[in-house]
């Protein structure tokens, strides 16, 4: 989920520090993250801002440019952090109302936290920022031994992105330039009262080299959860005329009729509809674009092959069927009879359990093509599931 961030609202994400202390050549924010740079990361949080400024280092501006430019507008920073954003201040002043400060080294920013502070301006507020009620007691040591316990009452971890209104904060570092570790603490110079909003554990700031681990055992559990939660539905409707013949095929199983039906490959009309029910839970088109009805090796191929293509890709891409749903309408043959043999067979060239599978059937009351005899139609549900 990406915060979509009101017009006007402005982020900008600071990465100019060389991050010594996170144990590597190349400053942190500049270190893969999973398989993009921790900055990447970071930027992807705040994709739903009309403008963001990314306030680099002078040694990194060309390979900024390469990886961000176009919807990120880059700037150089200065020698201290303040003087950093006070660089993106410059390159917002009159183009947004409200500004969000962010941290390049927290990459991992739920939603939620950015939104909180969004809120809180759209709420009127002059400034916000996220942070946490500091849970854990707090000593004061000296020498390796405790000397004094500290009450944590009030206490707070704070975070970013801080938010402001664009004019108070710039007529903040105006007004004390380089003066302060960070701009909540410019904000309550010049007397500005700042809302507290909702932090998150997960928004980690990437410090030591042991943040990185936890980053990405952070981004590992998330990728999980997100597999878990990728279900995708698949819908499929196909037709075939009836044409002379003594049997249809449907659903895999042979039925004896008066006709049989009309198509390139065995007019399997029920296993049509679930083949591209498939192919559309995964965005895969339909049967034609698999197996193209100009290409005659496809003639009077048997549909199981183009069932069995679909849930196969189906499983490379890392889903299994969580249930497929075929209703056959016509007024003849009857299907009841045929409906176990039906699911029995889908269920076996799918390799699923029968209780996956269900198949049905419907007259149209003697109305339209079906009605009158014409053919049969079909249409399919699937659901897939990923992880
Ligand atoms: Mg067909």
């Known amino acids: 989920m990406t915060v979509r961030a009101p017009a006007g609202y402005a982020a900008i994400i600071t990465a100019a520090g060389r991050g010594a202390r996170a144990g590597s050549d190349r400053p942190k924010q500049w270190r893969n993250l999973g398989s993009q740079p921790v900055i990447a990361h970071t930027l992807a949080a705040f994709a739903g801002f009309d403008r963001i400024v990314l306030v680099v280092h002078p040694d990194d501006m060309a390979d900024a440019v390469t990886r961000f430019a176009g919807p990120v507008t880059i700037v150089t920073g200065g020698e201290t952090r303040s003087a950093s954003v006070m660089a993106g201040l410059l390159a917002l002043e009159g183009q947004a109302s409200h500004v969000l400060v962010h941290d390049g080294a927290r990459p991992l920013t739920p939603a939620s ?22 849970s854990d007691t707090l000593w004061r040591g000296d020498g390796g031994n405790v000397t004094a316990i500290t009450t944590r009452d009030g206490l707070y971890r704070a975070q970013t992105p801080q938010g402001f209104r664009l004019p108070e904060i710039l007529a903040a570092h105006r007004m004390h330039p380089g003066g302060a570790t960070d701009d909540v603490a410019l904000a309550l110079k010049i007397g500005l009262e700042v809302t507290i909003t909702p932090g998150s554990e997960d928004n980690l700031k990437i410090t030591w080299p042991d943040d990185f681990a936890r980053a990405e055992r952070l981004m590992g559990a998330e990728r999980l959860m997100g ?21 249809v095929w449907l659903c895999g199983i042979r039925v004896p009729h008066d006709s049989g039906l009309k198509g390139h490959s065995d007019a399997d009309v029920g296993m049509h509809a679930l083949t591209d029910a498939i192919y559309g839970a995964l965005a895969q088109g339909d049967i034609g674009r698999h197996f193209p009805p100009s290409d005659p090796q496809w003639k009077g191929t048997e549909s199981h092959v183009f069932l069995r293509h679909a849930i196969d890709l189906a499983r490379e891409r890392g889903f299994r069927l969580g249930n497929a749903d075929v209703t056959l309408i016509c007024e003849t043959p009857k299907i009841g009879p045929h409906a176990d043999a039906m699911q029995t067979r889908l269920a076996e060239i799918m390799q699923v359990e029968t209780g996956r599978i269900s198949v049905k059937a419907t007259t149209s009351e003697r109305l339209g093509f079906t009605g009158r005899g014409e053919g049969i139609a079909a249409i399919a549900t699937a659901t897939l599931i990923g992880g």
């Not at 809120?119 to 942070?131: E, I, M, R, S, T």
């Not at 597999?227 to 049997?247: L, T």
């Open 113 to 134: 936290v950015i939104q909180g502070v969004v809120d809180a301006l759209q709420g009127g507020a002059v400034a916000a920022a996220p942070a946490l009620p500091v």
């Open 227 to 247: 597999n878990a939660m990728d279900i995708r539905m698949g819908n499929g409707f196909d037709v075939h005329a009836f044409e002379p013949g003594d049997h």
